[in-house]
């Protein structure tokens, strides 16, 4: 099976602060990608990586930055925290492809509150 | 730009009965695939179903069916025999055909509760 893993599920941190959530998968899957789930808004994608060290903007990038030096691990970097970055983080992989097979595994969530 | 909409923020339905999550979208392209995530408390999200849209026949896993219908943007999902472990948050998305990276745009999503 596959498994994607995020280094905390519930974190808190303080206005201004810099925090990083961290997802390692264990299927060698090309694809990694970093969501937040907020009610009523579903998932947002924030960042996504095809590969080691390649980066692309999902739809909401502001505030965040990523970083992939691994193929199995990625990281959501909040350089500065803000109250409104509270949130459930969502990491997720897929193999490269364009098959629906190519389904995307999620890990299973951090819960950030900043204060 | 792609969109999803789940109109439904909550559903209930009996044990053992039938229940239907509503999901349009908005898209230009002709083939693309649409899924339905399962998401339950406290837990990872998992794949309940997947539809291609060149596909003709709606989808099937078991006790949950799709209702694909292209013309209206529509892809509705159906869980029958409802058991007390359905009991989750349920999103459906949409990804064009042609991307490598495979980017999904989900809704935004419906909680179904189950009575026993």
């Known amino acids: 099976d596959v498994k994607v893993t995020q280094s905390s599920r519930y974190l808190v941190k303080r206005t201004g602060e810099k925090v990083f959530l961290e997802c390692v998968q264990d299927m060698d899957h090309e694809n990694m990608f970093w969501y937040r789930q907020d009610p009523g808004l579903g998932l947002r994608l924030i960042y996504f990586?095809?590969?080691?060290?390649?980066?692309e903007k999902g739809d909401i990038p502001e505030g965040y930055s990523v970083s992939r030096e691994k193929k199995e691990r990625f990281s959501l970097i909040l350089e500065s925290a803000s109250t409104n970055q509270t949130s459930m983080y969502l990491c997720?992989?897929?193999?490269f492809g364009q098959g629906a097979k190519d389904t995307q595994y999620f890990g299973p969530g951090t819960r950030l509150t900043v204060l | 730009a792609q969109t999803v909409t789940q109109s439904q923020p909550e559903m209930s339905v009996q044990e053992a009965e039938t229940v239907t999550l509503s999901c349009t979208y908005d898209?230009?392209?002709?083939?693309?695939?649409l899924f339905w995530y399962k998401q339950p408390p406290s837990r990872q999200m998992i794949l309940v179903i997947r539809?291609?849209?060149?596909?003709?026949q709606n989808a099937t896993e078991n006790r949950f069916s799709v209702n694909f219908q292209k013309a209206a943007k529509s892809f509705s999902l159906k869980i029958s025999d409802s058991q007390l472990g359905d009991a989750a948050m349920y999103f459906c998305?949409?990804?064009?055909?042609?991307?490598?990276?495979?980017?999904?745009?989900f809704g935004q999503g419906t909680r179904l509760t189950i009575n026993p």
């Open positions: 539809q291609e849209a060149y596909k003709q």
């Open positions: 997720a992989s897929s193999v």
């Open positions: 990586s095809y590969d080691v060290k390649m980066k």
């Open positions: 998305a949409y990804r064009r055909i042609f991307q490598g990276a495979q980017k999904l745009v």
């Open positions: 898209t230009s392209e002709s083939d693309y695939y």
